[in-house]
């Protein structure tokens, strides 16, 4: 195990730049995912790609990072040199976030585009310079039919997330932005499914692609091992409060929490430490000496929860471990296999939980293939389950100090107190100060949303108060509901999965979403036009007629 950053050297070996290598280890990453070991060389040489990766994988960099290489060093014009397509304004976010950080220290410019967003900004940063464009189909073809985006300069072009791109209605937005790019581009298609829509869609842009594809692989000789395997779907927000609910249910003996970065470690062991747990940090920038005396800690009993990285925690074999946690989804199936494969050895039972962010739910299908078992998916413990929980445990506790006996020291409280109570209430009043005093009772818990795709689905659906939306565009105009559908969720924060029942007659269209998002889709779509024609939107004020299917 090396005593410097574990990071460099494998990241080097990519041969990125400095300033890249430098950035990924302040970031705290201290090894390469599997794609982004696979696709980075291959398009450091120019190849186009057709990667089949679900969220998670770390495809984001997978693709940043080669474009980040190829910018020149200085005089890099106002074009762009990349253009990165995406499916939402969420995404469009995130994208470009996370170029802009691996960027930072080469001043790589990058700029979202996406609705809702006044397009006056917009304009002003394309005009002063970028170098990459990461943006929804709908407002970058919105920028290109203005004249305020230059395409001629791209050197690379990302399709990510080309599946829901389809879904979404996108396909004639991407062939009309594609004709404005140079013919020698090289072209990069990211899907988490290849239906045969994609597979058209890569043939008639990518030239001569490599294929590569993440969470295909069999599952490791010998299995997996014997061991329960649980995920929790929660929005990152909730993650910590959900890991203590968890850890308080589960009372591990001793457990190690996988976290996928550096940072990730530390800030997660100092939470724990800080809600009463005794966590130790395990990563890679640590000396040999700090690793030593972490893992004694944890054998010797001080310590119950190990938080570490995949590349700090290699190697390490410990006896007590009862419980895996994967605080992040692991980047591939196959280093999930080998993280829970540190419990259920030698005939013994064993624990692996997973936490999982609702975009990452395919990664959970990805691991129940490679691993050929079922991973149940559990709602997050309630305040009711952990009060339970609690008191079972002050119960047992109390059963044990009776089983102990030597109890005669405290005989004059009870027969004191019992000449004024009855002996019952005198037991309640005892149990009470016992269970507070090994923190029982905690006043201020509230319960966490546990999220599922289909529940998700069903609450925004049939709980969430709808309304309607009205279009001036309808058939006659060649309107069908997939452009409706793709409009609104590439222009707002809507997702596809939000969008009600769409009607479409002749003239004019009726579009049911969540009543509070009518005012942001309302001004999202202004902004905006339809099948490439602005069209009149506002609110439908007539009663809804029966829903009807989205066809
Ligand atoms: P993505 O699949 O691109 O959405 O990435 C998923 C998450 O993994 C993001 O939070 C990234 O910051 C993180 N990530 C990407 N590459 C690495 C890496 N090599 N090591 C640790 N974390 C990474």
Avoid: W
């Avoid at 295909?216 to 929660?234: D, E, I, S």
Wanted: charged residues 25%; hydrophobic residues 40%.
């Amino acid at each position: 195990m090396p005593d410097s950053p574990a990071n460099a050297e494998e990241f080097s070996n990519l041969e990125l730049r400095s300033e890249l290598v430098q950035a990924l280890a302040e970031l705290g990453y201290e090894e390469p995912t599997p794609i982004q070991r696979e696709a980075i060389p291959l398009l450091l040489q120019g190849r186009d790609l057709m990667g089949q990766a679900a969220t998670g994988t770390g495809k984001t960099a997978a693709f940043a990072l080669p474009i980040l290489q190829q910018l020149p060093d200085s005089d890099r014009g106002r074009a762009p040199r990349a253009l990165v397509l995406v499916p939402t304004r969420e995404l469009a976010m995130q994208v470009s976030e996370a170029i802009h950080r691996y960027g930072r220290d080469m001043r790589a410019r990058v700029l979202p585009i996406y609705g809702g967003q006044p397009i006056v900004r917009q304009l002003r940063a394309l005009s002063s310079g970028v170098d990459v464009v990461v943006g929804t189909p709908g407002r970058v073809l919105d920028h290109l039919n203005r004249g305020s985006l230059a395409l001629a300069q791209l050197a690379t072009v990302v399709l990510d997330e080309a599946d829901e791109m389809l879904d979404m209605g996108f396909a004639e937005d991407l062939d009309a932005i594609m004709a404005a790019t140079p013919g020698d581009r090289q072209t990069l298609l990211f899907s988490a499914t290849i239906p045969a829509r994609v597979e058209k869609l890569a043939r008639r842009y990518l030239r001569d692609p490599v294929s590569v594809q993440v969470g295909r692989g069999p599952a490791t000789a010998g299995g997996t091992p014997l061991v329960r395997q649980t995920a929790y779907v929660v929005a990152r927000a909730h993650k910590p409060a959900t890991l203590g609910r968890i850890l308080d249910v589960e009372s591990p003996t001793a457990a190690i929490v996988f976290c996928r970065t550096r940072d990730e470690v530390d800030r997660l062991t100092e939470t724990l430490n800080g809600r009463g747990y005794r966590a130790e940090a395990l990563h890679g920038g640590m000396t040999q000496d700090q690793r030593d005396r972490v893992m004694g800690r944890l054998r010797g009993g001080t310590a119950e929860l190990l938080v570490a990285t995949d590349v700090a925690a290699r190697g390490l074999d410990i006896d007590q471990l009862t419980h895996v946690i994967n605080y992040d989804v692991p980047s591939d199936p196959e280093s999930y296999v080998h993280r829970i494969g540190r419990v259920g050895r030698a005939g013994r039972s064993g624990v692996a939980i997973t936490l999982a962010e609702p975009r990452e739910h395919r990664m959970l299908k990805a691991i129940e293939r490679a691993t050929k078992q079922r991973m149940h998916l559990e709602s997050v413990p309630t305040v009711a389950d952990l009060r339970a929980r609690r008191l079972e445990s002050t119960r047992a506790a109390i059963h044990e100090n009776l089983l102990a006996g030597d109890l005669d020291g405290f005989r004059v409280v009870v027969e004191t107190l019992a000449a004024e109570f009855d002996v019952l209430e005198v037991a309640l009043a005892a149990v009470q100060l016992a269970h507070e005093a090994t923190g029982g009772s905690s006043a201020e818990e509230e319960d966490i949303p546990t999220v599922t795709a289909t529940e998700a689905k069903a609450a925004r659906t049939s709980t969430e108060p709808t309304a309607r939306i009205f279009v001036g565009a309808g058939r006659s105009a060649g309107i069908r509901p997939q452009d409706l559908v793709g409009a609104i969720a590439g222009e707002s924060r809507l997702t596809g999965r939000d969008i009600g029942s769409i009607e479409i007659s002749d003239r004019f269209s009726l579009v049911e979403i969540p009543d509070a998002a009518v005012d942001e889709v309302i001004q999202a779509l202004k902004g905006t036009t339809i099948k490439g024609k602005k069209a009149v939107i506002r609110r439908d004020r007539t009663q809804p007629k029966r829903p009807r299917g989205r066809t």
